[in-house]
């Protein structure tokens, strides 16, 4: 079982309309989860981080977190084709913020015009 | 917000040579860096952990003789690919932890021909 397991997509969705991305991740010590966003031979940017239960809004993007079911999702919404790109789940290893992330393997994003 | 500077942005090199990247962080201290390597269409996966005046910590199957890290100073860390072979082409990215964040670096694409 991966660590941390994302369907690679891609995912197509209209422009204007909302995207759903997500994430289940196995270490139940798990404190803090991040999503970022990665365009073709770029690093990755961080879009979100959340650490506790529930949901947690930052304009156009809201991550969800429920660490009961061990899941956290990604929901854009009023898609643009600018956020047609591969975005990746990470979360800590263990309980401690030391900064030692596991990635994902990453959804591709399409958004059409 | 903080910034990791990572040099070169892009190497090609013959088989059997040696290739040092770098990574600083410019405008904080940074006790912990951490190497990732990611092949075309795959995640990141976090090669080792480097901390300032001490040993890296290397991840299960990375080999630390091939994989030199050295992290002098708080502000650069490097890693140099020993013996280069085309199977270690890849993208290879460093981060750092500042402001409690991780902050990547423009990662480096190598090429072993």
């Known amino acids: 079982q991966k660590e941390v397991e994302q369907n690679s997509g891609p995912l197509s969705v209209p422009e204007g309309a909302i995207a759903s991305l997500n994430c289940t991740y196995s270490?139940?010590?798990?404190?803090?989860f991040f999503w970022y966003r990665q365009y073709s031979g770029k690093s990755p940017e961080l879009i979100m981080f959340?650490?506790?239960?529930g949901d947690k809004e930052d304009g156009r993007f809201t991550a969800q977190l429920n660490k009961a079911s061990q899941y956290v999702s990604l929901l854009i919404r009023d898609s643009q084709p600018s956020d047609s790109a591969t975005y990746l789940c990470a979360v800590t290893r263990g309980s401690s913020n030391t900064g030692k992330l596991i990635f994902g393997q990453g959804t591709t994003l399409q958004v059409k015009p | 917000g903080a910034v990791v500077s990572q040099h070169p942005s892009r190497v090609i090199c013959k088989s059997g040579t040696s290739v040092k990247i770098e990574c600083r962080s410019l405008?904080?201290?940074?006790?912990?860096m951490f190497w990732y390597r990611q092949f075309p269409k795959q995640s990141l996966m976090l090669m080792a952990t480097?901390?300032?005046?001490?040993?890296?910590?290397?991840e299960q199957g990375v080999e630390k003789d091939k994989f030199l890290i050295n992290h002098a100073s708080l502000t650069l860390s490097t890693l140099t690919v020993t013996s280069a072979h085309p199977e270690d082409s890849s993208f290879y990215i460093c981060s750092a932890m500042g402001q409690d964040r991780l902050f990547f670096g423009s990662g480096t694409q190598l090429s072993v021909l």
């Open positions: 959340i650490y506790s239960n």
């Open positions: 405008d904080f201290q940074a006790t912990t």
């Open positions: 270490d139940r010590g798990s404190q803090s």
């Open positions: 480097s901390n300032e005046g001490s040993k890296a910590t290397y």
